[in-house]
């Protein structure tokens, strides 16, 4: 039994990632030391805080319910060492839609290249690809684009912040351009991952001029 107790913080991961079906599944996970200004008065401080999000029925990023999260409780505590404290929390969902305008070589279909390029997009930003606190490389999309058959320049790629849970969005706003630096978007100090919920409305591409 000592054999299978967790000892490191990618242990925590692995085990919350593969916890038994039956108790809920978790999408995604991400875990770090407890900052000294959550510790709350007049409770045992936590050493460690694990984020984490599930998916819906259409496999779009939510937040865990407080039975899955007590469940996960429950699991790891199984598992854990003497000493190790954990806290359950909820990892932030930015969702984001994605803009980009090329320049199409000759002889080439506008339309033809325009949907290849959105197939692209869709594809880099397939959600099981992320995980949360990943951050959005920009010039690798230009690359990516760059490769598309058919396309002479990747003018511009810009990411959009979507938000409105009325529209199916999470409420949570980014401030995408603040978070910019050398063309790496990163994420927030508290634990977040992007979401490009709805890729076949919010990729959206055009063809310009020279």
């Known amino acids: 039994q000592n054999q299978l107790r967790t000892v490191t913080q990618q242990d925590y991961l692995i085990r919350a990632l593969s916890m038994p079906a039956n108790l ?16 709350e008065t007049g409770t045992i401080p ?10 819906d029925n ?16 429950t699991y790891l505590a199984e598992y854990r060492m003497m000493g190790d404290a954990i806290t359950i929390k909820d990892a932030y969902i930015i969702n984001i839609g994605v803009q980009f305008d090329i320049i199409v070589l000759p002889n080439y279909n506008n339309n033809t290249v325009i949907l290849s390029c959105i197939d692209t997009l869709k594809e880099y930003f397939n959600i099981d690809k992320w995980s949360i606190n990943t951050p959005i490389m920009l010039k690798d999309l230009f690359i990516a684009l760059d490769k598309v058959e058919g396309v002479q320049t990747v003018q511009d790629v810009k990411i959009v912040n979507k938000t409105g849970a009325s529209l199916g969005y999470s409420d949570f706003a980014y401030d995408l351009d603040g978070a910019t630096i050398d063309n790496i978007i990163y994420p927030s100090l508290d634990p ?7 890729p076949n409305s919010d990729v959206v591409g055009r063809v310009v001029g020279y």
């Open 58 to 73: 259409n496999k779009h990023l939510r937040t865990a319910s407080s039975t899955l999260k007590q469940n996960l409780k």
């Open 46 to 55: 936590s050493l460690l805080s694990m984020y984490v999000l599930s998916y």
């Open 24 to 39: 809920g599944t978790i999408a995604k996970a991400h875990i770090e030391n407890t900052k000294i200004g959550e510790y």
């Open 192 to 198: 977040m991952i992007f979401e490009l919920k709805y």
